[in-house]
């Protein structure tokens, strides 16, 4: 005769609340892996400490390992698109053990950078409002910040110049680019109606990324430039006939309400940072490479800029050229080429590019960022 233990076999049709009983135990089972895996991260940082003093608080390689593995072995139907957001909040917190880490940014708090910083690190960092793009470089060189955050690209608005032209006299190297879906909403105060509004407050470029929206439903409103999206929110918060172009967080933060959703022209619109670092990233496998250079000046010199990338059949994903204000007329050109600077392939080509070009700064190897999620 076979005894089976009925205490240990789950209930063929269990009732709503024991599978809220079930829920529960997971859930206190999670809390104890939690807590496990964090007495390992401390335990990390403290040999980390202790066999490589100075070592960097953050690993943007490292990061993209385990995250890669979790995804490859997800079995469902727990949603992979929501592994990453779960366990970049998990990672955060248990480096925040170690200490918090500093991330400068362009503030105020409510900004799209903001939330490139949120969505990077958690909710455990310690994010550093800063004034101005050159402000977050300075914070990070003069030790600060551990890193910083700056835009430098935006689908429908094109390159953020005050990035590009920091990074030619700076000392920082890229170690991770994210990549953030913008998505503008029409904030109002709660006792304004759309019909009552006179102005409309915003940065330029976010009041660009809504010009048809804003033609066709507030043709005869005026609209005021902002130094951030940030700041229009607590410019409308404050007039009683204001709305503001901004992110719904900065609605939380500003106490408005959101009277439309994603108003901007373009529905895939998305803004690229840049984090900057003083040490360079491993390679992950799949890389971006940054680098800027100065020509010599004459004929053929995009050519001659271009050809050492062309010939080994390596991927350039963009090129801008931007003055460089030493000399009259002399350019610099910024290139995001697809691999890492120890690749073989890469390393040759940059060997190449000092030989035919008045000069060339390796900007960093990092990580591509994931694909935008929505």
């Known amino acids: 005769m076979t005894i089976s233990n009925s205490a240990n076999v789950p209930s063929p049709d269990p009732g709503l609340s024991e599978l809220r009983v079930r829920i529960d135990a997971v859930d206190e089972r999670i809390l104890g892996l939690l807590n496990e895996r ?32 979790l995804a490859s072995l997800n079995p469902g139907p727990f949603p992979s698109e929501a592994l990453r957001p779960v366990f970049q909040e998990i990672m955060g917190a248990c480096l925040s053990l170690e200490r918090p880490l500093r991330v400068s940014f362009l503030g105020p708090e409510g900004t799209f950078t903001h939330q490139a910083v949120k969505h990077q690190f958690g909710l455990s960092v310690h994010a550093l409002p800063q004034v101005s793009i050159p402000a977050i470089f300075q914070a990070v060189e003069r030790g600060q ?17 005050s990035t590009l032209d920091t990074f030619l006299e700076s000392p920082l190297l890229i170690t991770a680019e994210i990549l953030l879906p913008v998505e503008q909403a029409l904030l109002l105060r709660h006792d304004l109606e759309l019909a ?12 660009g990324q809504c010009q048809r929206w804003l033609a066709r439903h507030l043709p005869n409103v005026a609209q005021v430039s902002a130094p951030s999206t940030a700041e229009a929110a607590r410019l409308a918060h404050e007039d009683a006939e204001g709305a503001a172009v901004a992110s719904e967080l900065a609605a939380k933060l500003f106490d408005l309400r959101v009277a439309v959703e994603c108003i901007q022209d373009l ?66 050109f910024f290139l995001d080429v697809e691999g890492h600077e120890q690749d073989e392939v890469i390393a040759a080509a940059l060997a190449e590019l000092r030989e035919v070009t008045a000069s060339v700064k390796l900007l960093g190897s990092y990580p591509q960022a994931q694909e935008v999620q929505r």
Do not use: M
């Open 38 to 69: 964090a007495r390992h991260a401390a335990a990390v940082g403290e040999l980390k400490r202790e066999l490589q003093p100075g070592a960097p608080f953050y690993a943007p390689a490292r990061e993209r390992e385990v995250l890669s593995r």
């Open 145 to 161: 910040a551990d890193c910083g955050v700056v835009p430098v690209e935006n689908a429908t608005e094109g390159v953020v110049d």
């Open 267 to 332: 529905s895939g619109n998305a803004t690229r940072f840049l984090v900057l670092g003083r040490t360079p990233t491993a390679p992950t496998g799949r890389d971006r490479t940054s680098l800027v250079a100065t020509v010599k000046d004459g004929p053929g010199a995009l050519l001659h800029l271009l050809e050492p990338l062309a010939k080994r059949g390596l991927n350039l994903s963009r090129i801008q050229s931007r003055p460089t204000r030493r000399k009259a007329w002399e350019h610099a």
């Open 196 to 207: 009552q509004v006179q102005r409309v407050y915003s940065h330029p470029q976010a009041l």
